[in-house]
């Protein structure tokens, strides 16, 4: 393979709402608004950003679980909007999720062996021992016992069914998962596991994650790059080293400086905060960050403003921070990944 895995060019997502008796059009929930960056193989791809900002709806649609009101998502050069019912099946072997919460996600009537298998034998059929044994081998990968292939979800703690929740994951050797705030529900030291166990299995099977997370820590911990998003938009993204280092955008600003930091000899800026998002449905006119922006302008509140690459490889959307006289890098660079093709 020689391009990125993933590439998502221009992804847009309006739910239309629809209202009273003679079901009268009314302005659409602006879910997601123009979204493009691709993902390499092997690498760790991060979105942050607070509730609403359309981290999820952007999960689903790389799933395609619904289907964008424009845009494109290619999966190893395939646009999956053009596949036909079996060709998309073969395409999400390739794509798996794990989510966030791991009891709602596991059948509670099935063993963890049968939760395991079954993704497999939808697609193939296999016998009692093949079972047995292939439940037992992705059980040992993410550090349970293969006895446990016999245990009901309820009957694992917290920890032990995100583990199963990824090993259901691997069962058809997928090259990306899509973790959607997979450890935040779960204790602190149980997260620090899992986490390991992800960045464990991408180092021995080369797989790459897009992780969706609203905890900058752990983005930090096991990001390669990191995506933030506000209302809808990419408003920076980077490597997580440079963006941690030093973010540009005031909403990554003021939302590294909110994020508790157990190092008490780092030295945060100190960047309130204020208010609330925005609803989708009526943004703001111009950055939608405007209204909570201590830096915001004239400007800011007629003009949107563009993401502009900057000369240590990241892109930020701010006319003040970036604006786009200074861009000294070719917009061609956007949202690539600094790992290139690495499969
Ligand atoms: Fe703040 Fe203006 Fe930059 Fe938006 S464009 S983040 S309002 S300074």
């Not at 590439?7 to 008796?21: F, R, S």
């Not at 390991?196 to 997370?213: E, R, T, V």
């Not at 609330?276 to 703001?284: A, G, I, L, W």
């Amino acid at each position: 393979m020689t391009g990125p895995l993933l590439e998502v060019d221009g992804l847009t997502k309006h739910y239309p709402l629809v209202a009273g008796l003679f079901k009268t059009n009314v302005p659409a929930v602006r879910a997601l608004e123009n979204v493009s960056f691709s993902v390499a193989a092997g690498e760790t791809f991060c979105i942050v950003g607070e509730s609403g900002c359309g981290k999820s709806t952007l999960a689903r649609l790389l799933m395609r679980l619904v289907d964008p009101t424009s845009g494109r998502v290619l999966v190893e050069g395939t646009d999956i909007a053009g596949l036909k019912r079996h060709e998309l099946r073969a395409c999400r072997r390739r794509m798996q999720m794990v989510f966030q919460d791991p009891y709602s996600s596991l059948n509670p009537r099935l063993t963890a062996g049968q939760i395991i298998t079954e993704p497999v034998e939808n697609f193939e059929r296999l016998g009692r021992k093949q079972r047995n044994e292939l439940a037992a081998e992705l059980l040992s990968k993410v550090g349970l016992s293969p006895e446990m292939m016999h245990r009901l979800p309820s009957e694992m703690s917290g920890g032990q069914r995100q583990r199963l929740g990824i090993a259901r994951a691997l069962a058809l050797e997928p090259s990306l998962i899509i973790a959607d705030e997979a450890v935040s529900a779960l204790d602190v030291s149980v997260q620090a596991q899992i986490l390991n166990l992800l960045m464990d299995l991408q180092k021995k099977m080369g797989i790459a994650y897009i992780f969706i997370s609203h905890d900058l820590g752990v983005v930090e911990h096991i990001g390669h790059r990191v995506a933030v998003m506000y209302l809808g938009r990419i408003v920076e993204l980077a490597s997580c080293e440079t963006l941690f280092a030093k973010p540009v955008h005031p909403y990554t600003e003021a939302l590294i400086a909110a994020a508790p930091v157990p190092d008490p000899t780092r030295v945060r800026s100190e960047v309130p905060l204020e208010g609330e998002v925005p609803s989708p449905v009526n943004p703001p006119s111009g950055c939608a960050f405007h209204p909570r922006c201590p830096l915001a302008i004239d400007r800011c509140r007629v003009e949107l403003p563009p993401l502009v690459p900057m000369s240590d490889g990241r892109v930020v959307a701010c006319h003040v921070r970036a604006p786009s006289a200074t861009a000294d890098m070719p917009l061609t660079s956007l949202g690539t990944s600094p790992l290139g093709s690495v499969a």
